[in-house]
């Protein structure tokens, strides 16, 4: 890699003080400001990737599982496109040592942001630095700060997106250290960091065009010479590709999105490409008025829409004239540039251009293309500050200091603001409708929360069904949005079973199995349902119905279970009790059937030992003397 690009600042503080100040200042902020989470629960995908994923509830001893099957592998027995081995193991190691304990958890993101912008600062440091010391320091405070971030850092499972990124940015730091040469000491460390980087959240593969984009604008190669270091990374990318093919069964895996998930399943020809645009043109839109923040923009918040629409002209035009700017900037070697470019590439991956993925919409899918904003935002005002000359004077700087101080206190408050949300999926459900009132999940998610948060911990019925009718309210809604919502079906039948309408509850559990008949949750509540009238064996052929279509789902191994109990087939009673206890060892509930049963079946030492180790994990299921 040839020399980089210096001018010398003779003003500059010492330097240093400026690097050790600005880390400190940068880690210190990013704590402060994301703090109040850690007193927050599990939201949203934690459960698939937590709460409810078996693979992980068994800690590191299922490290060798994590690494040869697919993301979702223990939460669902389907297919799945996505393989994040790095990231299930972080869990699984929180889980052993603080199991089911949410704080520990959103503190470790906490630290993984915080290191994360740290990271961010050097790099940018290693690039603006000799420029100006002031211009990292200013970037990398407003990507602290931005809103767009709270989603990543509030909800654990979104521990990817941050392992993604700082060991990313960590590998970019080893290229520019080590020139780009394998000879480098630094080698070893950007081999290593891309790898995991990697195998936390596919989206690291979009830094790869980054690095040759970065030696280019920051430094006197031509662009066939900053190609050279990229090739370095195509190792720990080749290591990757090997281990999710092989986990996967291909490159690509099962990339099918139902349309509740990818409203573009529906468009076509230029249906789909105007939609792509109006898509593209709401991410700018929340990257710089990141107002109004939603989890979900499910069907159907953001509908299918045609080149006539103005949300896609405007979009269209802004996106045309960043393209153009991003070309002549590129002649010229300007950072905006590369701010451009940064946001362009990191984007384009989730832009549903080039490659329908799972989801059409998320705020969280912005972490990375933020940095090109923040890159350009913070030139800005940094060359206002140098009254468009090359030094950053305080003196001569105060208006865009105070302009500065105005942005980071509007993000840092809406920042904490939104944090505030992310409490708890109710919290979190009760804002979210108000924001995307048109998205069957937001209703469908409102209506679980009423039903498993509020309703479950009633002992009074009259309120018990209080929160059930409003459930019921909130299902309603889902399933009037998108009547081929099977999930909202099912759950809607939940909450009429619930509240003793068993009538409308089969009905809804019909038309569930109708629009899926292999949906797994419904199959087990219909087996409920029977087991409630008595009709013992027809419900364990729903509950059997339910494990071909997920041999670990373990509440219909549990109520398997009590089926064969209650028919005195105690043998297989306690065959799936253990099933159920070898994905679920910390059910106390299981290991105290199990006793029961054995009970039943007159073998008393049994008995006591599985009821011993019942009482251990829940003190309340002892006998009172």
Not at 152 to 173: H, M, Q, R
Request: hydrophobic share 45%; glycine share 6%; net charge neutral.
């Amino acid at each position: 890699m040839a020399r980089e690009k210096k001018i010398v600042n003779e003003a500059a503080p010492n330097k240093s003080r400026w690097i050790v100040t600005s880390v400190l200042s940068i880690f210190l902020f990013s704590l402060i400001l994301n703090y109040g989470t850690i007193e927050h629960g599990y939201v949203l995908d934690d459960v698939s990737a937590i709460t409810e994923n078996w693979v992980v509830k068994k800690g590191t001893e299922e490290l060798p599982t994590i690494w040869t099957t697919n993301y979702r592998h223990g939460y669902w027995s389907e297919a799945g496109s996505l393989y994040r081995p790095m990231t299930l193991s972080l869990f699984a190691w929180e889980w052993e040592h603080w199991p089911d304990n949410p704080g520990a958890a959103h503190s470790v993101n906490i630290v993984l942001y915080s290191l994360c912008c740290v990271a961010l600062f050097i790099l940018l440091f290693l690039w603006f630095g000799a420029k100006d010391l002031w211009l990292p320091w200013i970037i990398s405070l407003i990507f602290v700060s931005h809103p767009i971030h709270t989603e990543v850092v509030a909800n654990i499972k979104s521990a990817d997106e941050l392992l993604a990124s700082l060991f990313g940015f960590v590998a970019l730091i080893g290229i520019w250290k080590g020139r780009g040469k394998l000879s480098s000491p630094w080698m070893l460390l950007t081999l290593s960091s891309f790898f995991v980087a990697l195998a936390s959240k596919e989206s690291a593969i979009t830094l790869l065009p980054i690095v040759p984009l970065a030696v280019y604008f920051m430094s006197d190669l031509s662009w066939r010479k900053s190609i050279v270091p990229t090739l370095t990374l195509l190792l720990p990318f080749a290591a990757y590709l090997g281990l999710r093919y092989k986990a996967l069964g291909s490159i690509s895996g099962d990339v099918t999105a139902p349309v509740i998930d990818n409203v573009l399943v529906k468009a076509e020809g230029l249906e789909y490409l105007a939609t792509v645009i109006k898509l593209g043109g709401l991410y700018l839109w929340k990257l710089f008025v990141p107002l109004s923040l939603s989890h979900d923009y499910s069907f159907n918040q953001i509908s299918i829409s045609t080149f006539g629409d103005w949300q896609v002209l405007i979009p269209m035009v802004v996106f045309g004239a960043i393209f153009w700017f991003s070309y002549k900037a590129f002649r010229s070697k300007h950072v905006l540039g590369l701010a451009s470019l940064f946001f362009l590439v990191t984007f384009s991956l989730y832009s549903n251009l080039f490659l329908m993925i799972g989801t059409h919409f998320g705020e969280r899918l912005l972490f990375l293309p933020s940095v090109g904003f923040a890159i350009g935002l913070g030139w800005l005002i940094w060359k206002w500050g140098t009254k468009f000359g090359d030094r950053f004077e305080v003196g001569k700087a105060l208006p865009a200091l105070g302009v500065l101080a105005v942005i980071l206190g509007l993000y840092s408050f809406k920042t904490a603001d939104r944090n505030m949300d992310w409490a708890s999926e109710y919290d979190l459900y009760l804002a979210d409708v108000e924001t995307a009132p048109n998205s069957s999940r937001t209703h469908y998610r409102l209506g679980m929360a009423y039903m498993k948060e509020r309703a479950v911990l009633e002992k009074n019925n009259e309120a018990k069904n209080i929160w059930l009718r409003k459930a019921v309210g909130e299902l309603k809604k889902a399933v009037n949005i998108y009547p081929g919502y099977a999930d909202a079906q099912g759950e809607l039948g939940l909450a009429y079973q619930r509240l003793g309408y068993r009538d409308l509850a089969l009905e809804r559990y019909n038309e569930t199995l109708r629009l899926n008949p292999n949906h797994k949750t419904t199959l087990n509540n219909m087996g409920t349902v029977l087991f409630e009238q008595a009709k013992f064996e027809d419900a364990i052929d729903y509950f059997l119905r339910a494990l071909n279509k997920d041999p670990n789902y373990k509440d219909a191994i549990g109520n398997l279970a009590s089926c064969y109990g209650t028919l005195g087939n105690y043998p297989d009673a306690i065959k799936w009790f253990k099933k159920a206890v070898d994905i679920d060892p910390r059910n106390a509930s299981y290991y105290y059937f199990i006793g029961v049963t054995y009970q039943r079946m007159n073998n008393q030492k049994e008995a006591d030992s599985w009821l011993l180790q019942a009482y251990t994990l829940d003190p309340s299921l002892r006998p009172k003397p």
